[in-house]
């Protein structure tokens, strides 16, 4: 095979490596045979967000390494002395040890024995994409020669790219985990939805609701609901055709569970780069909220006494007419005469601002929970 040919080979496999992490102790072993070595580590630091990358060795003796560490790592560290270098520059590592002659002696030496090796190569990147790649001979008195630097020459560019490419895809997995993880916690279950209805993304509560088979389903991997009317209407949304009036507010939905529950299914649609119908597969051109209809109580409805300045009594008058009813049942479920309700009732009148029973029914309902308990 040619060293053109080999090289390729290489590179393929760093590229790969970018792509699926849990290859890049194969990617090192093919580019330190490249370059005539016997090991291989890949160390990488930002220094900048401070995004945690992966460290990836192969061939080395790890417990010797992590001697060799306590020994010298107030003396010497190689990912500070990397940053001095120039963009891809490669140096042999004795070259960045401080000008010592008698410490930089036995450094070097430490790294010529059969445990250690002679640490060959170190490229330079920038400040923002620090990194560090080191590779090893493993005879004693094998140094560095100008076909070893040039062989790492040629990988370097396409090392830095890899360590650049990886941070990005690093940060976007990262911040997607966190949208993800967001959204689980929702009470309204979420669905993104591509043009032929496919699901693309479903929180946790959209997971439960497609798990009772019941308003909503999920037949061959597309959202559908069970009314016919419904989903004619939503399938005409997700395709963004039809005579279905779609604005940028979207199309809102009832739908019926078995046990009478009534959810609001709303359909808002995803802002397309090329202009609308020009979606293709698997691109999310919808998203589907769907909400309970009935209102639930504040996980922590202290909050509401708080905003309102009510007193406990008050608070717990206001809960009870939100889930009893009337001025007369709550009086019976307190256990208290009915013109202590409207005495109190008065007073939540007073300083919520409103007029009327269901105004402060509204109110609580402001205050229903987004997150799952």
């Not at 930002?46 to 020994?71: C, P, R």
């Not at 024995?113 to 790649?133: C, F, Q, S, V, Y």
């Not at 889930?323 to 007369?328: A, C, E, L, R, Y």
């Amino acid at each position: 095979m040619s060293e053109d040919d080999k090289l390729n080979s290489v590179v393929s496999h760093i590229y790969d490596a970018v792509l699926n992490p849990g290859l890049w102790g194969a990617a090192l072993e093919r580019l330190a045979r490249f370059v005539s070595g016997e090991a291989g580590t890949l160390c990488l630091e930002d220094l900048t967000a401070k995004f945690v990358s992966a460290g990836h060795d192969i061939g080395s003796d790890l417990e010797y390494m992590q001697i060799h560490s306590e020994l010298y790592g107030d003396y010497f560290d190689p990912l500070t002395a990397v940053s001095q270098l120039e963009v891809e520059e490669v140096v042999s590592l004795l070259e960045l040890v401080p000008h010592r002659e008698d410490c930089a002696r036995l450094f070097y030496q430490e790294h010529r024995t059969p445990r250690g090796h002679a640490t060959k190569a170190a490229i330079g990147t920038r400040e923002d994409d620090d990194g560090l790649l080191g590779l090893h001979r493993g005879a004693p008195d094998e140094v560095i020669d100008d076909a070893m630097r040039r062989r790492i020459s040629l990988v370097a560019p396409h090392i830095r790219r890899a360590i650049l490419i990886g941070k990005v895809f690093g940060r976007k997995f990262g911040e997607a985990a966190i949208f993800a993880s967001i959204l689980d916690q929702l009470n309204a279950g979420l669905f993104l939805i591509d043009r032929d209805g496919r699901i693309i993304h479903a929180n946790t509560t959209g997971r439960r609701i497609l798990g009772t088979d019941d308003f909503l389903r999920a037949i061959n991997g597309r959202l559908v609901a069970r009314d016919t009317d419904a989903n004619r209407a939503m399938q005409a949304a997700f395709a963004r055709k039809g005579a279905l009036e779609m604005d940028a507010k979207g199309i809102a939905l009832s739908l019926t569970a078995e046990d009478r529950d009534c959810h609001v299914v709303h359909v808002l649609p995803q802002r397309l780069a090329a202009g609308p119908g020009t979606a293709r597969s698997g691109a999310v051109t919808a998203a589907v909220v769907v909400c309970k209809t009935r209102l639930e109580l504040p996980l922590a409805p202290d909050i509401i006494g708080r905003a309102y300045q009510l007193t406990p009594t008050e608070l717990r008058v206001l809960l009870a007419l939100v889930n009893v009813g009337g001025i007369s049942e709550v009086a019976a479920s307190l256990g208290v005469s009915v013109s202590t309700i409207k005495t109190h009732v008065g007073r939540l009148f007073a300083k919520t601002g409103s007029a009327r029973q269901a105004d402060l029914v509204k109110l609580v309902a402001g205050f229903r929970p987004m997150f799952v308990a």
